[in-house]
């Protein structure tokens, strides 16, 4: 039986190491794939910045600010995560440890009544058994038993005191990360104060090139620009998707004109998927009041809105108004911090304008998971979102998806 035993032990061993193995090299092809596609968002994103026509944009003098403050409210926002899950492993380790306590107890008033009734009573002689009347075999047996069972009743006292204490350190380790983690956090504030002096200066800045931008905004052909640079990320995104091998689709197979993107009639029609069924269901990203709505003219002329332009508060959440994947996360020319989520059958939703943008290319995020906070990035005179939803690259509005009551 060793023989076979060893064999069945070795095989496991076997078994186990290449399950192993093959996990390891599954968790680093997906980190490969992340940094790949990462790596051709980025050369795409520089191939568009090199074939801008104009490098005099006003608002590009902000970009380096804004992605600064986004990058820095995107830490805060991880460290935060870090720290509340850290101390939700705390309470759960110190509710542990109380539960331990209460068995300990318990175990010790047990093993006390037993001591009391085995020494406390005084050991019964042989004459005493006798005239009891009782089995002095059967009264020996107890008695071993008894002892038998406080034995091991103190040996589980004993591991149930060593798991506590071993608790205890763990939850001693917890605290200590816990006040590392807080003061992770001051020296994040400490960047992100320096950050908001910047903020300070780029509303100076905003001051001095204010009217250079409200005058380049007016400008149709920069309107145009703009809209035909965001159509033509989509268009790149579809192709990056296209290539790769494995990963979230987006807009596979688009259409997406960069020149002029149609703008009118366009809806998905009866598809299927997950995200085609939250059609009429869809809560917005953000509240706050509708300035532009789909296909109405902008206020600076020569052009439709493409999607809808909710004031709201700078800073609130934005949140993701379905499940998918962040296939874009960076500064725009005529979108500041813009986010762009995959949720598959070629389906996307855009998020513009952002004063931080809290999640990173490649991350999965849930329907209504926060994925960016309210601002007016790029040159946008008010704080609010852009917010777009587009179907194998075409956008359509949004607000006949969304909720009735939100529309």
Request: glycine share 10%; aromatic share 4%; proline share 3%.
């Amino acid at each position: 039986m060793i023989p076979g035993r060893n064999l069945c032990v070795e095989v496991l061993f076997l078994a186990s190491l290449l399950v192993s193995t093959a996990f390891a090299a599954s968790v680093e092809s997906k980190k490969g794939e992340l940094q790949d596609l990462k790596g051709r968002i980025e050369t795409l994103r520089r191939d568009m910045a090199a074939a801008e026509e104009s490098k005099t944009s006003a608002a590009d003098q902000l970009r380096e600010t804004e992605s600064a403050i986004s990058h820095a409210n995107r830490r805060l926002h991880e460290l935060a995560a870090e720290r509340a899950e850290l101390k939700s492993q705390l309470a759960d380790l110190d509710a542990q440890s109380q539960r331990l306590e209460r068995q300990t107890g318990a175990q010790q008033n047990q093993l006390g009544r037993l001591l009391n009734r085995q020494f406390v009573g005084g050991d019964s002689d042989a004459l005493k058994l006798l005239l009891s009347g009782h089995d002095p075999n059967q009264s020996a047996r107890d008695k071993y038993f008894l002892t038998q069972l406080s034995r091991a009743k103190a040996d589980l006292i004993q591991q149930l005191r060593a798991l506590a204490a071993e608790k205890e350190r763990l939850a001693e380790a917890v605290r200590e990360r816990q006040v590392l983690m807080a003061e992770i956090e001051r020296r994040q504030q400490e960047g992100r104060a320096q950050l908001l002096e910047r903020k300070k200066q780029r509303l100076t800045t905003l001051a001095a090139i204010g009217d250079r931008i409200k005058a380049q905004r007016r400008e149709i052909t920069t309107l145009k620009r703009d809209e035909q640079r965001l159509a033509k990320l989509i268009d790149g995104l579809s192709r990056i998707a296209a290539t790769r091998k494995a990963g979230p689709r987006v807009g596979s197979g688009s259409t997406a004109n960069s020149k002029s993107p149609r703008v009118k009639d366009h809806d998905p029609g009866n598809v299927g998927g997950a995200f085609a069924a939250l059609r009429g269901q869809l809560r917005l990203p953000v509240k706050g009041s509708i300035a532009g709505r789909f296909g109405s003219p902008r206020a600076e002329g020569g052009s439709s809105w493409k999607g809808v332009f909710i004031r709201a508060t700078e800073g609130a959440e934005v949140k993701a108004v379905a499940g998918g994947a962040v296939v874009f996360s960076d500064w725009l020319r005529g979108f500041g911090n813009l986010l762009i989520i995959d949720h598959g059958d070629d389906f996307l939703s855009v998020y513009g304008n952002n004063e931080s943008l809290l999640a990173a290319v490649g991350a999965t995020v849930k329907g209504g998971e926060p994925v960016a906070t309210v601002g007016n990035s790029g040159g946008n005179p008010d704080s609010g979102l852009y917010f777009e939803l587009r179907h194998r690259g075409q956008p359509f509005d949004p607000l006949k998806w969304a909720l009735l009551r939100e529309r």
